[in-house]
């Protein structure tokens, strides 16, 4: 049972750079997230999606785009990577409403 | 508003000693809770949750949570920690009206002592 699957676990950025972070969950869970996570802040949300094809901005979505094309994946894209978007990343899905959230490993990214 | 408050940053118990975390909230109606937990290097997991019902909530791993609607609070308990329970515990408080996100604490980190 891989549950929900996030790559890459590091990595570093130059300031500018781009990239993806991935997820993928095998659980058929409509309801999925990006949060991220920062020392003595708790959990941020970015973007979620209820469904694929619907997508919609969370607490904190400046600087992050996503998409949802297909059930299983939500990939989280940083256009022009900022100091301020280091942080750690977790995906995490359910089967809707209120129900258990499944969390990925975390993606720590780092921008220098 | 709705917000969550952790008043502990860190907590430092002894092995086998009862445990207490702190959570209190902010919200208008009737609050959705829950109470995750974060081993390091780890996702979140969800330890228990309160809907409705029974104010007392058994969880995962001998825990439990008490809602206090008079104190706006949710606070986690534990009558014997063991070592392994040395983690990161989040509370969050959910809102229907809100699409279902949740508003997490800044977290409480559990430290066990031998």
């Known amino acids: 049972n891989a549950g929900v699957t996030q790559t890459p676990k590091f990595r570093i950025l130059k300031i500018g750079q781009s990239m993806t972070l991935q997820c993928t969950q095998d659980?058929?869970?409509?309801?999925m997230y990006w949060y991220r996570q920062d020392p003595g802040m708790g959990l941020k949300l970015i973007y979620y999606?209820?469904?694929?094809?619907?997508?919609d901005k969370g607490e904190v979505p400046n600087g992050y785009n996503v998409s949802r094309s297909t059930t299983e994946d939500f990939p989280l894209r940083l256009e022009l990577a900022a100091p301020s978007q280091t942080s750690v990343y977790f995906c995490?899905?359910?089967?809707?409403?209120?129900?258990?959230?499944?969390f990925g490993e975390g993606s720590r990214l780092t921008v220098l | 508003a709705q917000s969550v408050t952790q008043p502990d940053i860190h907590i430092t118990v002894s092995e086998g000693a009862s445990l207490e975390l702190r959570c209190n909230y902010s919200?208008?109606?009737?609050?959705?809770l829950f109470w995750y937990v974060q081993s390091p290097g780890q996702g979140l997991q969800l330890l228990l949750k309160?809907?409705?019902?029974d104010t007392l909530v058994q969880g995962i791993k001998g825990f439990e949570a008490e809602f206090k609607r008079s104190q706006s609070s949710f606070n986690l308990r534990k009558p014997s920690v063991h070592w392994s329970d040395a983690a990161e515990y989040f509370c969050?408080?959910?809102?229907?009206?809100?699409?279902?996100?949740?508003?997490w604490g800044a977290g409480t980190k559990l430290i066990i002592k031998p």
């Open positions: 995490a899905s359910t089967h809707g409403g209120f129900g258990e959230l499944f």
């Open positions: 969050a408080v959910g809102a229907k009206d809100s699409n279902y996100q949740l508003i």
């Open positions: 309160y809907f409705s019902g």
């Open positions: 659980m058929n869970h409509n309801y």
């Open positions: 919200y208008g109606a009737t609050p959705y």
């Open positions: 999606s209820v469904g694929a094809g619907i997508t």
